[in-house]
């Protein structure tokens, strides 16, 4: 009796042991935002980032050494060509002026002497009244005046010039920035003194540094278009994301790229009427490029990038999913990417979750409408497909 209860015992021990523990219940698919793909035509565009500059930043300088005695603008004020700005003191270019005069009215009146001379000379030396040592001295003194009128003028010039740069003008229409020196300071000792800087504000000038791809992409698109990337329209977008009205153009492109940046340099031109753009300012340009029709639009952050490839996940008819490698066009618009290959319209693909997706997995898809719903995505249906045959 001991050993049969001990032979069921194992028996039952080695059925127990056999039997296969419950496999648990797979995890859900995952839920996945989706868009169906269409056909639109595109306004493209490119943006550059870049600075304002003026095409004229003129540094106002004294010319001149002496004492700063009066300032005759208002600091950031508009000044228009010829506006006083400066005075200096004038006394001694005065006093150096009226000295340079006095020694031209002597050369005068000796020239005026030896042109008296000489005619009366020459009359006694042609009835041998006088030796002819004395009319050659009587010519030589004569150049020898001329020389010297000819030298006191050009003082007299000379100090009638720096007189003038006493009273410091603007040389050219527009803003002048602060006042680099108080009344009062000697100015002009050595180098000339920088006092203020003016800069034509109307119009403005915008440089930026364009890529070698962004520029050759461009230059690609005007020629389809039949046009010259200079011709395109320029629209400038301040630091606050306003947009000047008025459009400007291209007016420069560097010969050359610069090897360490691989960029090429450009310059735009922009009216500037109000004033209100000033140099120094950061903005951005975007170029109005030719309208691509019937174009494929996706997020870009549905694309998946591997190996210098551009990739998308594509859902099928069964909710699964697939990653297709897709052609993609380097022109961005806003947030999208145009695909040019890969891809046709009717078909689905993710735009949000691409993170947890592998290949061939189920999903659940979910339109962007249902997903800013929770209580209908709760209730959305696990396959978009029989819904719409239904």
């Known amino acids: ?23 648990p219940a797979p995890p859900p698919p995952p839920v996945v935002q989706i868009m169906e793909v269409t056909k639109k035509n595109v306004s493209r565009s490119s943006t550059f980032i870049g600075k304002l500059d003026s095409p004229q930043n003129v540094q106002v300088r004294a010319r001149v050494e ?19 700005l400066f005075e200096l003191d004038k006394k001694p270019y005065e006093e150096k002026l009226a000295a340079a005069k006095a020694a031209m009215a002597e050369a005068v009146a000796a020239l005026s002497k030896s042109k008296i001379d000489v005619p009366r000379l020459k009359a006694l030396v042609a009835q041998n009244a006088a030796p002819q040592k004395d009319l050659d001295a009587a010519l030589t003194t004569k150049e020898v005046n001329e020389a010297n009128l000819a030298s006191a003028e050009a003082r007299v010039k000379s100090a009638e010039l720096d007189l003038g740069y006493c009273d410091i003008k603007a040389p050219l229409a527009g803003r002048i920035g602060a006042k680099e020196v108080p009344v009062g300071s000697l100015v002009g000792k050595g180098d000339p003194t920088l006092l203020a800087t003016i800069s034509q504000v109307d119009p403005i ?65 922009f009216p500037n009427s109000r004033k209100a753009l000033r140099p120094g300012m950061f903005a951005r340009v975007s170029i109005v ?12 952050r549905a694309l998946v990038e591997l190996q210098g490839k551009s990739f998308l996940w594509v859902v099928g008819t069964n909710n699964k999913v697939t990653q297709r490698a897709v ?4 022109t961005r618009i806003g947030s999208d990417v145009i695909v040019n290959g890969g891809l046709q319209p009717g078909e689905r693909v993710v735009v949000e979750g691409v993170q947890k997706l592998r290949e061939g997995a189920p999903v659940k898809p979910m339109t962007n409408a249902q997903a800013s719903k929770p209580e209908e995505a709760s209730h959305a249906p696990k396959d978009e497909t029989k819904k719409g045959k239904e």
């Open 1 to 23: 009796m001991r050993f049969i209860h001990l032979v069921t015992l194992l028996a039952s021990a080695t059925l127990a042991s056999c039997k296969k523990p419950t496999a």
């Open 66 to 84: 002496s004492f700063l005695d009066k300032i005759l603008f208002v600091e950031g004020d508009e000044v228009q060509a010829g506006a006083p």
């Open 205 to 269: 000038w915008f440089y930026c540094a364009i890529s070698e791809v962004d520029y050759l992409q461009a230059e690609k698109l005007s020629r389809e278009a039949g046009r010259k990337m200079g011709d395109l329209p320029v629209k400038l977008i301040l630091a606050d994301g306003s947009e000047l009205p008025d459009a400007g153009k291209w007016v420069f492109v560097d010969r050359a790229v610069d090897p360490t940046t691989g960029t090429i340099r450009a310059r735009a031109e």
């Open 289 to 300: 490029l030719p309208t691509k029709d019937e174009s494929i639009l996706v997020p870009e």
């Open 327 to 330: 052609q993609v066009d380097p």
